[in-house]
């Protein structure tokens, strides 16, 4: 499957943003859908993942609370609506594509389709 993520940009700390992951495909409703972020100087880190068949987001405990992921077959499409930004958000977002039973959520190598990513700056 291919993705193209979209939806970055610079905001101010306290601020929101909503990314968009978009599919090509007629298969995207049994893919699990992550989303990971890299900073600058580090290495790539989960952020959020949703299943193909438990539909029940998972998160990484820096973003619960904060992030909410979801999904629309219909549009195969997933979203990142990300509320009260800090600038430790700061990274590019990634989305991600895997196949297989829904676990193992936050394991880069669980993925293996990958879209362009997209900068998200939040300014201090």
Do not use: H
Not at 17 to 38: K, P
Not at 92 to 113: I, K, L, N, Q
Request: contains cysteine.
């Amino acid at each position: 499957v291919q993705l193209q993520a979209s939806g970055g940009g610079l905001v101010q700390a306290g601020g929101s943003l909503r990314l968009s992951c978009a599919a090509s495909g007629r298969t995207f409703s049994s893919y699990t859908m992550g989303w990971f972020r890299q900073a600058p100087g580090k290495e790539r880190e989960f952020v959020a993942a949703i299943g193909w068949t438990v539909f029940i987001p998972y998160y990484a405990d820096s973003v619960k609370g904060r992030f909410t992921m979801s999904r629309d077959n219909a549009k195969s499409t997933v979203y990142l609506q990300m509320n009260s930004l800090k600038p430790e958000d700061t990274a590019v977002y990634y989305c991600a594509a895997g196949r297989g039973v829904d676990s193992d959520y936050g394991r880069v190598g669980r993925y293996a389709d990958w879209g362009q990513g997209t900068l998200v700056t939040v300014s201090s």
